[in-house]
C-alpha cells in the first residue's frame, strides 16, 4: 500500500518524493514545488512507538504510516477517532496526524487526506500552488473538478440556486477561476445536486461564527441540476469510493464521467 500511496501522490500532483535523512534513507518526504513546504511523509514505524503493539513481542514490528497536516483543529480531532488515524508521530500533533498505511484505513480516504494536507500546505496566493505554476508556464491554466459541501442547516442553497443562477459561495482552498465544482448538499439531502462554474474568485469577506469562518468569497454559475437520487452519499460511497465531503475535494474520473453524461441543463 505504502508503493500504491507514493504512485498515487506522483501521478495526482507531479510530486517525486525526497529522501533528506542519510541514517533514515527509507522516510519519504514530499513537498510543494513553489514554497517546498512539506505535505506529506511517508515512513516505516515501529508498532510499540505508536502504541499499537498486541503483546511485547509485536512491539518491534514496523508498520507504514504517512504523515498529513490538518490545520481545522475541530476537523482534525474529529478524524483521529477514526481507526487507523492518530495523532502524529514525530510531529507537531495539533495539526498533524499520522495515518496506517497498512489497510486499516481505506486507500481512497488516504487520498482524501492526502488532498486536504496539500491544500492546507499550498502557496496562499493561489492555493494550489505547483498546479498554478506549472499551467502558468504553459502559457494558461487547466481547470480543474471539485465536489464542495454545502449545509443546508446553516443555507438555503438549493433557495438561492432556485433564486438566481450566480451565487457567491465560500471560497474552497485550491479553486481558481473556470473551475468547476459540483455542490454536495448535505443531510437530510446528503447528495450532489449541482454543477457549477467558477467566474470570480478572491472577492473579500470577512465573516466568523462558532460553526463557520469565511474570507474570501467565489462567485458561480449554476450549469447543472441533479435529482436527489441521482448521486447520493451511498452511491457516492459504494461506486466511486468517496466517504466523506467535509471540504473542497478532487472529483474521481469515474465519478467525473458520470456526473457529465449527458448535456448540462438548467
Known amino acids: 500500500m505504502r508503493q500504491r500511496v507514493n504512485d498515487y501522490i506522483m501521478n495526482q500532483y507531479g510530486v ?153 459561495w465560500k471560497q474552497g482552498s485550491g479553486i481558481i477561476k473556470g473551475d468547476i465544482v459540483y455542490m454536495y448538499v448535505g443531510a437530510p439531502v446528503s447528495a450532489i445536486l449541482y454543477k457549477c462554474e467558477v467566474l470570480e474568485t478572491d472577492i473579500p469577506y470577512d465573516y466568523i461564527d462558532k460553526n463557520l469562518t469565511i474570507t474570501a468569497l467565489m462567485r458561480i454559475r449554476l450549469l447543472r441540476r441533479y435529482g436527489r437520487r441521482e448521486f447520493t452519499f451511498e452511491r457516492l460511497k459504494d461506486e466511486f469510493g468517496i466517504f466523506a465531503v467535509r471540504g473542497p475535494r478532487g472529483v474521481p474520473y469515474s465519478l467525473s464521467a458520470a456526473l457529465n453524461n449527458g448535456k448540462d441543463q438548467k
Do not use: C
Not at 31 to 51: C, E, P, S, T
Not at 52 to 65: F, I, P, Q, R
Open 16 to 168: 517525486a518524493p525526497e529522501f533528506p535523512w542519510q541514517r533514515y534513507d527509507d522516510n519519504a518526504v514530499y513537498r510543494h514545488a513553489g514554497n517546498r513546504k512539506w505535505f506529506a511523509l511517508i515512513m516505516d514505524v515501529q508498532r510499540g512507538k505508536l502504541g499499537l503493539e498486541d503483546s511485547k513481542a509485536n512491539a518491534g514490528e514496523k508498520v507504514s504510516v504517512i504523515n498529513l497536516k490538518i490545520v481545522d483543529v475541530i476537523l482534525r480531532d474529529m478524524i483521529i477517532h477514526e481507526p487507523g488515524i492518530m495523532p502524529a508521530y514525530h510531529m507537531n500533533k495539533m495539526h498533524w496526524i499520522t495515518v496506517l498505511l497498512d489497510g486499516t484505513v481505506p486507500e481512497a480516504r488516504v487520498h482524501e487526506l492526502i488532498e486536504l494536507s496539500y491544500q492546507a500546505t499550498a502557496p496562499k496566493k493561489h492555493g494550489r500552488g505547483s498546479r498554478s505554476n506549472s499551467a502558468s508556464s504553459r502559457g494558461r491554466i487547466e481547470p480543474k473538478e471539485w465536489i464542495i459541501p454545502a449545509n443546508p442547516k446553516y443555507y438555503d442553497v438549493e433557495g438561492a440556486l432556485a433564486a438566481s443562477d450566480e451565487i457567491t
